[in-house]
């Protein structure tokens, strides 16, 4: 996986739904979001992307929509 795609990709969504008045539903949407249209192994990325580098390159309201909502993200095996 190319994690620095992945991230950009991320970004995007972050961006999209970063203009909702209300933050909460803004981090739950970002999640849903991944949670239902990225694969297992992209989200297994991001999250460590996440954990290694701190969110190196993601905006704020991705990390704090990833963080918020880990356990949903991770992918069940």
Not at 9 to 34: C, K, S, V, W, Y
Not at 47 to 67: F, N, P, Q, S, Y
């Amino acid at each position: 996986m190319d994690t620095d795609n992945l991230v950009k990709m991320a970004n995007q969504i972050g961006d999209f739904f970063e203009t909702m008045p209300d933050r909460g539903e803004a981090l739950e949407n970002i999640a849903g979001h991944l949670r239902r249209f990225w694969a297992p192994r992209m989200r297994m990325t991001i999250l460590e992307h996440l954990e290694t580098t701190d969110g190196h390159g993601m905006r704020e309201i991705v990390v704090a929509a990833i963080t918020t909502h880990r356990a949903e993200l991770w992918p069940r095996g």
